[in-house]
């Protein structure tokens, strides 16, 4: 047995002995949550690269311009990720019931919807990106680099609508390999484009978003191979589940099972991407420099919470396949020690950060002062990253169980009844001041998690779970 094989092997039996998840259930969790990590990281580098590159290029405005952008960008996409969160909890639990004709359905309905929500979104980005940027933020200078990020980007956003279904769509059915390595590619292809484009080609702001538009339309090419049943190489990365045009293109059954299941996430992730909009305005009444770091700390954060993309949809995918089994205990099991197992990877990962923050700060920005406000971002935002990762778990937990209600509400009480009036404090108590933006980082997770964490053991979800789940005979 080798070294590396030894050390895995012991590092199981540990996590069994102190209680934080059976060794039997962690190699099924971590089969399906180092690929969707290694995807998150990859994925959320391209934003990470965006505001490096025009950072150390052009200089704060710059990042504080991306900064807005980002904010559209993530609100349109949020909502994107929770149409795919209804459609992993279905196909998940389809797939683990023995019927894949529904699950593919699924699949086929979740696109078809993708391209309604995407398209007139793309167009409101692309025509309208100065006045929409500008209704955040209010320095010229960053507004201009703002509005012309988000209109060249702006298409690219189309295409990840439909990468969120594919790669949902492999992990409902128990594959993540093959969307971390088409991720994984589309990372290190905007790595490259952006680095030619705001380097090579001095484009700018410009050339970032055409290096993050193209790359995400590289992945559509490579997904659409796969999604529609032929095998990438050595017979491997075929869905079991096909997007055909067989059948019909909208089962009104179907639409209104996505309808109830997607619809809190849909309403939760778009409330979690909107409250950044205030955020954004009232860190800007602090000046260009509080956006900037503020959008380093956040940055950071989303990297961070790749570890989460794993987990969460470790939880989805595990949780929703033994309960379309019909077995209620081993999900309740699996749900527990995914969100233990997280719980520790969190606190260790916080506590890296939070000792490196000042050089982790020095990619973004090279001032003194600037450099030791973002460090300062960088540090509470890995200290939030723990809630954060933690209700990942428990929220990936309930929507395997097609419970999304809670977590919708949960996620507006942290948000908007918890960080919004945290930050907005800030503005009318001097001595609050900028501190009130870290204090609304802490808050927008704990209180999620306490939440969530509250549900999971309440065991409702199990209840909710079996109008969901596959009739025996089926």
Not at 168 to 195: F, K
Not at 389 to 409: C, E, H, K, M, Y
Not at 432 to 454: C, D, K, Q, Y
């Amino acid at each position: 047995m080798s070294r590396l094989r030894r050390s895995g092997t012991a590092l199981a039996r540990t996590l069994e002995t102190t209680g934080v998840i059976d060794e039997s259930r962690l190699r099924p969790t971590v089969d399906l949550a180092w690929p969707r990590i290694v995807t998150g990281f990859a994925i959320m580098s391209k934003q990470t690269v965006d505001l490096a590159l025009v950072g150390l290029v052009i200089g704060p405005t710059a990042v504080a311009g991306l900064t807005l952008a980002h904010a559209f960008w993530m609100v349109a996409k949020f909502a994107a990720i929770g149409l795919a969160g209804g459609t992993v909890a279905l196909v998940s639990q389809n797939y683990g019931g023995g019927d894949n004709a529904r699950a593919a359905a699924v699949v086929r309905l979740s696109v078809i919807l993708s391209v309604v929500l995407g398209v007139p979104i793309v167009a409101v980005f692309s025509l309208g990106a100065e006045p929409l940027v500008g209704l955040v933020g209010d320095d010229p200078s960053s507004i201009g680099h703002g509005a012309t990020y988000l209109a060249v980007v702006a298409p690219g956003l189309l295409f990840e609508f439909l990468n969120l279904i594919a790669s949902r769509t492999y992990a409902g059915v128990g594959d993540t390999v093959t969307p971390m390595a088409v991720r994984a590619g589309g990372g290190l292809a905007n790595i490259a484009l952006s680095a030619t484009f705001v380097v090579g080609l001095g484009m700018g702001v410009a050339g970032a978003a055409l290096g993050t538009a193209l790359a995400t339309f590289l992945v559509t090419v490579v997904f659409a191979w796969g999604m529609t049943g032929r095998n990438y190489a050595r017979g491997r990365g075929a869905s079991p589940v096909p997007l055909t045009l067989s059948g019909p293109l909208v089962d009104a059954e179907l639409l209104r099972q996505i309808a109830r299941v997607s619809t809190p996430l849909v309403a939760r992730r778009a409330a979690q991407g909107l409250v950044v909009f205030p955020l954004l305005a009232i860190a800007a009444t602090f000046g260009p420099i509080a956006v900037a770091a503020i959008g380093v700390g956040r940055q950071v954060r989303a990297l961070l919470e790749s570890f989460s993309w794993g987990f969460s949809i470790a939880a989805s995918t595990l949780v929703g396949q033994t309960l379309g089994a019909g077995d209620e205990g081993e999900a309740k099991a699996y749900g527990w020690g995914i969100i233990r197992l997280s719980a520790v990877i969190y606190v260790v990962a916080a506590a890296v950060v939070v000792a490196l923050a000042d050089p982790i700060a020095g990619v973004f920005v090279n001032e003194p002062e600037h450099r030791a406000l973002s460090a300062q971002f960088v540090r509470i935002a890995a200290i939030s990253v723990i809630a954060l990762g933690i209700d990942g778990s428990i929220t990936g937990a309930l929507r395997g169980a097609g419970d999304t209600n809670v977590p919708f509400i949960a996620a507006l009480a942290g948000l908007y009844l918890a960080a919004l009036p945290l930050a907005w404090l800030g503005t009318v108590v001097p001595a609050l001041g900028i501190s009130g933006l870290l204090l609304a980082l802490l808050a927008e997770t704990a209180v999620p998690m306490v939440v969530n964490l509250w549900r999971f053991r309440s065991d409702r979800w199990q209840e909710i779970s079996r109008s969901y789940r596959p009739t025996p005979s089926d």
